[in-house]
């Protein structure tokens, strides 16, 4: 049953958990539908991500960080029974790296959470975010904010995090659960995407570089 939720993960034609869709008939919407056609045609991945001739970088990313969002909020969802807090009382990625949230709201400091905890945080926050129309506007013709690209790299940087909260932390129970292909490619696009338009700092990628590729 697991393997079946993972595969519909990744069919595209399934609307998404956020409220923010993508109207047809908007640049935003053809954008995503094209960036889905390349994906399904099993182009190769760093091919894929490059900015299409003659369109809008903010666009562009507005439409992978809410597609990455969905993807990876049903990954760690499929997930998530392993991710207790007893198992990981710790939001970490290995023994070296510790993850602390903070928000500006209801966390002003950083502050240790357990991995679910973090996560439920995360999830909530970004959804937030990308259902902000000063944030991502989604009418035609007004303009992203100026300090977009900012936000979509600290709300990457966090996504990130899942990836390696997961890959360290609960990689059998991907095998287990034979989604380990499935995962690896939408990492894979992440990877690609994010390095593509250095949205997120090297140093964050650390945990994960010693993987295999």
Request: a positive charge; glycine letters at 4%; one cysteine or more.
């Given at each position: 049953?697991?393997?079946?939720?993972?595969?519909?993960?990744?069919?595209?034609?399934?609307?998404?958990?956020?409220?923010?869709?993508?109207?047809?008939g908007?640049?935003?919407?053809?954008?995503?539908?094209?960036?889905?056609?390349?994906?399904?045609?099993?182009?190769?991945?760093?091919?894929?991500?490059q900015?299409?001739?003659?369109?809008?970088?903010?666009?562009?990313?507005?439409?992978?960080?809410?597609?990455?969002?969905?993807?990876?909020?049903?990954?760690?969802?499929?997930?998530?029974?392993?991710?207790?807090?007893?198992?990981?009382?710790?939001?970490?990625?290995?023994?070296?790296?510790?993850?602390?949230?903070?928000?500006?709201?209801?966390?002003?400091?950083?502050?240790?959470?357990?991995?679910?905890?973090?996560?439920?945080?995360?999830?909530?926050?970004?959804?937030m975010?990308?259902?902000?129309?000063?944030?991502f506007?989604?009418?035609?013709?007004?303009?992203?904010?100026?300090?977009?690209?900012?936000?979509?790299?600290?709300?990457?940087?966090r996504?990130?995090?899942?990836?390696?909260?997961?890959?360290?932390?609960?990689?059998?129970?991907?095998?287990?659960?034979?989604?380990?292909?499935?995962?690896?490619?939408?990492?894979?696009?992440?990877?690609?995407?994010?390095?593509?338009?250095?949205?997120?700092?090297?140093?964050?990628?650390?945990?994960?570089?010693?993987?295999?590729?």
């Open positions: 049953a697991m393997a079946l939720c993972l595969k519909q993960v990744f069919n595209k034609d399934k609307t998404f958990r956020p409220r923010k869709k993508f109207e047809p908007t640049q935003r919407f053809e954008l995503y539908k094209k960036a889905q056609a390349s994906l399904k045609s099993g182009l190769d991945l760093k091919a894929v991500v900015l299409p001739p003659g369109e809008s970088i903010n666009d562009w990313i507005a439409v992978h960080v809410v597609d990455f969002f969905n993807r990876i909020n049903l990954i760690y969802g499929t997930m998530s029974e392993y991710c207790t807090e007893k198992s990981c009382p710790i939001m970490s990625g290995g023994l070296k790296y510790e993850y602390r949230w903070q928000d500006d709201s209801k966390y002003k400091k950083p502050t240790k959470l357990s991995a679910p905890q973090y996560m439920c945080m995360l999830m909530d926050w970004i959804e975010l990308i259902n902000n129309e000063d944030i506007p989604t009418r035609i013709g007004v303009p992203f904010p100026k300090q977009f690209q900012q936000v979509c790299t600290k709300i990457l940087t996504l990130f995090r899942v990836f390696v909260h997961v890959y360290i932390h609960h990689f059998d129970s991907i095998i287990n659960m034979g989604a380990e292909a499935h995962v690896n490619t939408c990492y894979k696009h992440f990877y690609y995407f994010i390095r593509e338009f250095s949205l997120v700092d090297h140093r964050e990628l650390e945990p994960l570089v010693r993987m295999p590729q």
